[in-house]
Structures are given as structure tokens and as C-alpha cells.
């Protein structure tokens, strides 16, 4: 019988394209691939309009109006776990902590989020003057409007946090294929 040698030279290659740059320093990566992505492009989204929801309320002497407080929380909290979120997951903090189920969270959060925006674009929508030539119409008519959107782009968030939570189901043929445990 040959000996084997001892040290064998292997060489493996991919044959997929990489979607997401990643720039690493010590201890932070910094993927750049996020903000591409449809999950990345709604949170900016939402934290965009979120900013203009609150500012809007914020301006038009909201202190007046108990509806209002609601509503002002409900965006001034959105929009700060928001911005929260979206520095962990561009940052990758989300794996330094692998104990907890970051697309589970992000399910959580998302539908939490979106009850909440329901609630708060009702609430805002109800409690706009009606009288079209009062000085805060247009801020709180605008603020209605952007509150729905923001509602809009939580929802859409929190269907695909749940796409990704559920995963792709996958059957025996396809996971023989790519080579990976059919789960």
C-alpha cells in the first residue's frame, strides 16, 4: 500500500456572486449590502417619514389636543427603536449576540410597530380640524398622510420579517443539490 502524503494542497471555488459588500474593521462590519436590500430601503423609509410624522405634530402646538400625545409617542418611539435597529443590522451587531433570534425580533417589532402606527394614523386622522382655515390643517393633514405611509411601510416590514422568519421551504431534491441539510 501507498502512503498517503502528508500534507495535501486542495482548492475550492465559488460559483455564486456575492449581493452585499462588507467592510470590516476590528471589531465592526459594516455591510453596505443592507441598505440595498428591501429590508434595508423600508427602514430608511420609515425612519424618513417617521422623522416627519413627529416633527410635523411637533410643530403644530400638539400639547393642546390629548389625541396628539398618543400619536407624538407612538412616532417619537417607532422612529428611535427604528433607528436602533437599523444601526445593529448595518453594523452586524445582530451576530455578536447569537443567543437571540435576530428575525424573530425583527417579526416582533415590526407587527408591534405596525399596530401601533394603525392606531396612531386613526387617532391623527380623527382629531384633524375640520375647519380647513385653521393654521394647523395642513400640519396635521400631512401628518395623517405620512403616518399612513409609515403604517404602510411597517406592514410591508413586518411581511418580510415574516418571509424571513418562515424561510423557504425547501425539499429533498433542491437541498441535494446545494448541498445543504434539509431541515
Request: charged content about 5%; aromatic content about 16%.
Amino acid at each position: 500500500m501507498a502512503e498517503f502524503p502528508s500534507k495535501i494542497s486542495t482548492q475550492t471555488s465559488t460559483s455564486g456572486v456575492s449581493t452585499s459588500t462588507t467592510l470590516t474593521w476590528k471589531f465592526i462590519s459594516l455591510d453596505v449590502g443592507f441598505v440595498k436590500s428591501a429590508a434595508g430601503i423600508l427602514m430608511i423609509l420609515e425612519i424618513v417619514l417617521g422623522l416627519l410624522v413627529w416633527a410635523l405634530i411637533a410643530d403644530s402646538h400638539y400639547q393642546y389636543v390629548p389625541a396628539y400625545s398618543w400619536v407624538m409617542f407612538v412616532a417619537v418611539f417607532c422612529w428611535i427603536a427604528t433607528v436602533i435597529l437599523f444601526v445593529l443590522l448595518l453594523l452586524q451587531l445582530h451576530f455578536k449576540c447569537s443567543m437571540v433570534p435576530c428575525d424573530l425580533v425583527l417579526l416582533i417589532y415590526n407587527f408591534a410597530a405596525a399596530t401601533l402606527y394603525i392606531t396612531g394614523f386613526i387617532t391623527c386622522a380623527a382629531s384633524v380640524p375640520s375647519d380647513f382655515s385653521h393654521y394647523i390643517y395642513n400640519k396635521r393633514a400631512a401628518a395623517s398622510f405620512f403616518a399612513c405611509l409609515v403604517m404602510l411601510g411597517y406592514g410591508a416590514s413586518c411581511f418580510f420579517s415574516f418571509q424571513t422568519w418562515r424561510g423557504v421551504p425547501t425539499n429533498a431534491a433542491s437541498s441535494q443539490t446545494t448541498g445543504s441539510p434539509n431541515v
